[in-house]
């Protein structure tokens, strides 16, 4: 297995502020929405003003829909992924945590970060 440097595992990004968080929720939750899933907000932003990276859950809106290829296609335009989920994985190893959650980290062309938690 290939070493992960520790500044892989928390790349520097342009900030996220609560007005840019909501902002962004507020213009992609239709298209999640119509996808059949809908958006929920954890992480550092729930309690600070200011983050280097978003963390949302993508959740479906009920138990018969767990088609996401609509919704990944939507999100891989607007902020392919910056680290996959296994290098996430092997980042996370390399600091010795057994942390097994699907995470994919995503980049927006601003260089703001995303990670997102699929919930399907």
């Not at 290939?2 to 992609?28: A, Y």
């Not at 280097?52 to 009920?62: A, E, R, S, V």
Request: aromatic share 10%.
């Amino acid at each position: 297995m290939d070493r992960v440097d520790n500044k892989d595992v928390k790349p520097k990004g342009t900030p996220w502020t609560k007005e840019l968080v909501n902002d962004f929720i507020r213009q992609t939750r239709p298209w999640i929405n119509a996808a059949g899933f809908d958006v929920g907000l954890t992480g550092s932003m729930l309690d600070k003003e200011e983050a280097t990276d978003l963390d949302i859950i993508i959740y479906p809106m009920n138990a018969s829909n767990f088609n996401r290829g609509p919704l990944q296609d939507f999100f891989d335009r607007m902020a392919p992924i910056h680290m996959s989920p296994g290098r996430v994985m092997r980042a996370w190893e390399s600091l010795h945590s057994n942390d097994s959650k699907h995470v994919e980290k995503r980049k927006m062309p601003d260089g703001k970060l995303i990670d997102i938690f699929w919930l399907t």
